[in-house]
């Protein structure tokens, strides 16, 4: 049994490295250290590959985007508060919320429409937590504190699509990412209202 386990660890080991940066970028997520940048872009990268060899194209282009916002947001959070302090996690307004759904949705449309013509086999989810999750991480380096929920949806919904798949390392990463985003979002709301 321990030398199948060694098999499948050798023969996913970009799969099982990207798991374990993503479990430290998500800690770090939810403890607002700044280190989850860096993290997240190496998650990323990783992820570039594994989504590809899945033919999971609408995530794998999603990668490139997180490599690129996880340079924004290393940015933003340590210049990006009032006169260049640290940025404090803040709500976001109705009209950005709404700007936000209007978004997602629209994405979502356009990339299930992309997908179309490629061969994979989960277009609506793909588009789906695509969509959603390209808002999502911006919303996350504004820290508004609604990108949690954005992400409970996302994990949850990609939990479904990679048990499917047969990607276990990632179905374990995406359950802990589903339980991490209800606590970070707790997490977040205390500290908004330790901030005040």
Request: charged share 10%; aromatic share 22%; glycine share 4%.
């Amino acid at each position: 049994m321990f030398s199948q386990i060694f098999d499948w660890i050798t023969e996913q080991w970009v799969e099982v490295l990207a798991t374990a940066f993503g479990l430290i970028y998500l800690y770090f997520s939810v403890k607002q250290y700044i280190l989850l940048w860096f993290f997240g872009l190496l998650t990323s990268a990783l992820y570039i590959y594994v989504y590809f060899s899945s033919r999971f194209y609408a995530d794998m282009s999603l990668q490139i985007y997180y490599v690129i916002i996880s340079l924004y947001g290393w940015f933003y959070w340590s210049k990006g508060g009032q006169n260049h302090s640290i940025l404090n996690v803040s709500r976001a307004s109705y009209k950005t919320l709404t700007a936000c759904l209007i978004i997602s949705m629209v994405l979502w449309y356009a990339i299930f429409y992309v997908l179309q013509f490629t061969n994979t086999d989960v277009p609506v989810g793909d588009a789906f937590t695509t969509a959603t999750a390209i808002v999502a991480t911006w919303m996350l380096a504004r820290k508004f504190i609604e990108n949690w929920l954005f992400w409970i949806v996302i994990d949850f919904v990609s939990l479904i699509l990679y048990i499917q798949k047969g990607l276990w390392a990632t179905s374990v990463l995406f359950a802990v990412y589903t339980i991490v985003a209800v606590i970070g979002y707790f997490e977040w709301k205390r500290n908004m209202k330790t901030a005040l």
